[in-house]
């Protein structure tokens, strides 16, 4: 572990989870970006960047770009803090369910074709299941469909609680 001087060690003491904090990318690893917050290092971990899912950090960050995050854990004994920014953001089932209901048409981009079905991204962080037994109704398979095809749906099924979405073809 790096040793941190008495100044940094008091500064993360006055942070404090849900505080909103403006940090520097300074470098990326596999998992997580590391920011500067003030004089000391935090970690954002890709899954907190946004609510569409993050495998790349270098490809929605940049090296010196400063954002606004705001403190998730601040571990005070070992001196480490991880901070969000999709946190900051509204969450995407507010606009989506304002937007759509169950009958509703929806526009989709196929996103990844599966064995039990084909998931389409349908507004950003949100993303539907077309079921195979719904694709064979209209003798289909999963492999008709391509990434990144656009089709017309409907929305089947929304269940709040689980945040999942049933689709149909629209006939």
Do not use: C
């Not at 705001?70 to 937007?99: C, H, M, R, S």
């Not at 998931?119 to 209209?138: A, D, Q, R, T, V």
């Amino acid at each position: 572990m790096r040793k941190l001087s008495d100044n940094q060690k008091r500064f993360i003491k006055t942070l404090k989870p849900g505080q909103v904090v403006n940090a520097k990318i300074m470098s990326f690893s596999p998992h997580g970006t590391f920011v500067k917050i003030g004089i000391v290092n935090g970690l954002l971990r890709n899954s907190d960047i946004s609510h569409d899912p993050v495998h790349d950090a270098e490809e929605v960050l940049a090296i010196n770009q400063r954002r606004d995050v705001v403190i998730l854990k601040v571990d005070y004994e070992n001196y480490t803090v991880q901070v969000g920014i999709k946190q900051l953001l509204t969450d995407p089932w507010t606009k989506f369910l304002a937007k759509y209901k169950v009958g509703s048409g929806v526009v989709a981009t196929v996103k990844n074709i599966m064995e039990y079905g084909v998931f389409f991204h349908l507004i950003p962080g949100i993303s539907g299941l077309l079921h195979n037994s719904e694709i064979k109704k209209h003798n289909l398979l999963p492999s008709s469909f391509e990434v990144d095809e656009v089709h017309q749906l409907l929305i089947k099924n929304i269940d709040e609680e689980t945040r999942k979405i049933e689709l149909e073809i629209e006939t």
